[in-house]
């Protein structure tokens, strides 16, 4: 059941004014523009710490080496330094400062989604644990052993004071965000909001995810058709919301979301949740299939999801546009992997140029047709980003460009 | 900004407090409900009721309980699950068993560690293929649900289903969160005009604590240990025990007003 009334575009107008975005395949927005254009992908070999699997990760460097200041030390964890990486590219610090003195700290949202949050943390904490099973006082951080750690952090280092809210729905945490903040928005919550996304790699995801034998022991190769599973990532990405913009990269034209009401850790067979959000999403935008130019799939590259997104696909669009996944490139970034994909689509949007999947050689006759195997120059008017997860959790989120 | 919204039905689980009777027996100051306990989910089989992971157990009864007085079938409204711990057994078994036995990591438990893993079993279970969505805010988990509730019901038709709940923790986690009850209310929220609404209120942005009217003594100590219970002064208000108004103050961010709207 998506909503059934109608929101007039004029009326409810929310625009992207800032983003930002660092995973393994770059830290800023040029550092990953170069990385699509010259086909490199951020993915390694693991090289994990505690973790022995023979696998391929997305690992961010020098998370590490980030050190807190004092009064930020009750926040200290990977989740964190990888956000506060995140903060520090593209002037977004800066670009939320300006929006603090626009708005007021009072009136800003900030809505962050997240899966790991600082459960790296608590597992090291564990590891440590001495025989009077207590943590040791190092691990002693109230602020950092919940999943609002990385919301509650964000607010603090840029100053908000609005609404703060995590949104932890697995892989579409960070892609229901937007929705979220265009609700407190339109609510007048809020008149501004910044959204993002924070996950981290741990032995909880990588562990987990092989216990559920759904990693490849290779890169990963999305909608390929010796595609053996997915490959984990890590990332932090942001972005800023505004109702009346002094400069756009792009509108949130629609969202749609719904659930599969069908099993805690595979997708519906059909897809009926992924498209349930993905015709929600256009119904809200107002557009029908064929206005939109390009589609970043969730692709995680594992033999049944792909499979399911493109079915799911091919039931909305009867002609279905150019897609592809960019997880080649930065690894699945589970909470991180909506806004991820959202800076993915909105650089789609800004550049006219449309990724295709890495390590895309021989697709399966189902998606030939439309999943791209070479990036193609074209200057397209909407973009639909797609993120799915566990709990049967699905997200459609449409951009459409200013002035189209 | 005021948000009008009416309230079509509530529930709540807790030691003591099995459900909305109970809750209005200790508005009463008649005590807790120690001899009763919650009616068992609907939702699920004898055999997934004792599978269930600790956060399905702890929020099912609550949030069917509101839906019944709804008058609504589960699957019909949109459902915000909000709780600032999530599942702690299973964060126990999780990082126990990864700093011990990593290869040994149950596949089914760790699936059932994500934070929405009660909210989609909620989908499942009830058939839910709408919105259904897991939020937190720590100890803020209350006032970020209803945030999440106000917006969606000035935005959508649907009505929304809130749970909010938080449960004990087990090992070295319970230094950090000492919470030794656990509880679970909810409340089915839908914009104002329904004839057959519980109570109709009206929500203001606020920033400071105002001073609620003070609960009978089990409550008010239920609101000193689960963060969750923090909402009791609202449930309060919604079964009529006070006038209101009530506030729901952030640790970090805005706060809540709540009051019955002046006609």
């Known amino acids: 059941m998506i909503c059934d009334d109608f929101v007039d575009q004029d009326e409810f107008p929310v625009h992207v004014t800032s983003m930002t975005l660092s995973c393994a395949a770059g830290q800023g927005l040029a550092a990953l523009r170069q990385a699509l254009a010259e086909q490199r992908s951020g993915l390694r070999t693991n090289d994990f710490p505690g973790c022995e699997l023979d696998t391929w990760i997305g690992r961010v460097s020098g998370v590490e080496d980030i050190r807190f200041d004092p009064d930020l030390a009750e926040y200290d964890c990977r989740n964190n330094r990888l956000a506060l990486i995140g903060l520090e590219q593209d002037g977004f610090v800066q670009a939320a400062e300006a929006l603090r003195k626009r708005y007021g700290r009072e009136r800003i949202a900030c809505v962050i989604g997240t899966s790991t949050a600082g459960i790296g943390t608590t597992e090291a904490a564990y590891r440590d644990l001495g025989e009077d099973e207590h943590f040791d006082p190092a691990y002693l951080l109230p602020r950092v052993h919940t999943p609002h750690t990385s919301a509650a952090f964000v607010a603090r280092v840029l100053g908000l004071n609005g609404p703060v809210v995590t949104i932890s729905t697995a892989c579409s945490s960070s892609a229901k965000v937007f929705a979220t903040a265009a609700r407190l928005v339109d609510a007048g919550l809020a008149d501004a909001a910044v959204v993002g996304g924070v996950d981290s790699l741990c ?23 010796a595609r053996k599973g997915l490959s984990l990532g890590e990332g932090a990405g942001f972005a800023i919301l505004e109702k009346t913009p002094e400069q756009s990269l792009g509108r949130l034209l629609g969202w749609g979301e719904s659930s599969d009401a069908h099993h805690m850790a595979s997708p519906h067979p059909e897809g009926a949740g992924a498209g349930a959000a993905m015709a ?9 299939p064929q206005a939109i130019g390009y589609i970043n799939c969730h692709g995680t590259a594992t033999p049944l999801n792909d499979q399911v997104e493109a079915r799911a696909i091919r039931r909305i669009f009867p002609t279905p546009p150019p897609a592809a996944s960019t997880k080649g490139w930065t690894g699945h970034t589970l909470g991180a992997a909506g806004i991820a994909e959202s800076v993915f689509s909105l650089l789609a949007l800004n550049d006219g140029y449309l990724p295709a999947g890495l390590n895309l050689t021989e697709p399966e006759p189902d998606w030939e047709d439309f999943i791209l195997l070479e990036p193609v120059e074209k200057q397209i008017d909407a973009v639909l980003s797609n993120s799915f997860g566990f709990g049967g959790s699905n997200c459609a989120l449409i951009f459409g460009r200013e002035g189209a | 900004m005021n948000i009008d919204f009416d309230i079509l039905g509530a529930g709540i689980c807790a030691p003591g407090l099995p459900d909305w009777e109970a809750l209005l027996t200790a508005l009463a100051g008649r005590g807790l409900s120690e001899d009763r306990k919650a009616q068992p989910s609907a939702l699920l089989s004898p055999r997934e009721r004792r599978r269930a992971p600790a956060a399905v157990k702890l929020s099912f009864a609550a949030a069917e ?19 600032g711990m999530g599942d702690l057994q299973i964060t126990d078994y999780m990082c126990r068993t990864l700093a011990e036995q990593p290869d040994l990591l149950s596949p089914t438990r760790f699936h059932n560690s994500v934070h929405n893993a009660a909210s989609g079993y909620w989908s499942i279970g009830a058939g839910a293929t709408g919105d259904v969505t897991a939020v937190s805010g720590w100890r803020d988990s209350a006032l970020v649900g209803l945030l999440e509730c106000l917006s969606r019901i000035h935005h959508e038709q649907q009505p929304v289903l809130l749970v909010v709940y938080d449960d004990v923790a087990c090992g070295p986690m319970r230094d950090l969160w000492p919470t030794e009850q656990p509880f679970c209310a909810a409340m089915v929220m839908a914009r104002p005009g329904n004839s057959a609404a519980v109570s109709r209120l009206q929500a203001t942005v606020g920033r400071d604590r105002d001073p609620h009217d003070e609960l009978p003594e089990p409550l008010q100590a239920r609101i000193v240990d689960n963060p969750a219970a923090r909402i009791l002064p609202l449930m309060a208000l919604v079964a009529g025990h006070t006038s209101g108004p009530v506030t729901l103050a952030g640790e970090q961010g805005l706060s809540l007003e709540f009051q019955v709207p002046i006609p």
């Open chain 1, 280 to 288: 929600g999403a256009l119904k809200r935008a107002g557009l029908d």
């Open chain 2, 65 to 83: 309980q509101a839906c019944a007085m709804a008058g609504l079938e589960p699957a019909e409204p949109v459902a915000v699950f909000s709780s």
């Open chain 1, 203 to 225: 032995l909880s995801v990588l562990y987990g995810f092989h216990s559920l034998e759904l990693v490849s022991d290779q890169p990963c190769r999305p909608f390929d058709r």
